[in-house]
């Protein structure tokens, strides 16, 4: 027997555990919040749902409907928009982080100002 018909018999005798399955869980509590997700070794202190991938990759868009045990979408729409742009006054905000608005008490050094794109 040649090294190629020892590694043919070694290989086909050699095998792979089965990969664990993936069950998509969204845990939730008893307001219906999702408190946890799992794909393997869930828990058994929530109660769940079974979803696919691409919901249980967005599940901060959903909440539970615990009577019915279903997936409700979260209405992200708060109703308020409003367009900034760069200005010399308006909401004073730090430096290149628009988005950590300065109260009036605060001090930065490095600030600039947004207001509204009417």
Not at 60 to 78: G, H, P, T, W
Request: hydrophobic share 35%.
């Amino acid at each position: 027997m040649n090294w190629q018909e020892e590694f043919e018999l070694a290989m086909k005798q050699f095998h792979l555990p089965e990969p664990e399955s993936q069950e998509f869980r969204l845990h939730y509590d008893e307001d219906g919040r999702i408190v946890m997700c799992s794909m393997v070794n869930h828990p058994t202190s929530f109660g769940y749902i079974v979803v696919d991938r691409t919901t249980y990759d967005n599940y901060f868009k959903y909440r539970v409907n615990v009577s019915k045990k279903v997936l409700e979408i979260i209405d992200l729409n708060i109703g308020i928009s409003v367009k900034l742009k760069k200005s010399n006054r308006g909401y004073r905000v730090i430096k290149n982080h628009a988005g950590l608005i300065l109260e009036a008490e605060e001090t930065y050094k490095d600030v600039e100002y947004y207001a509204a794109n009417n």
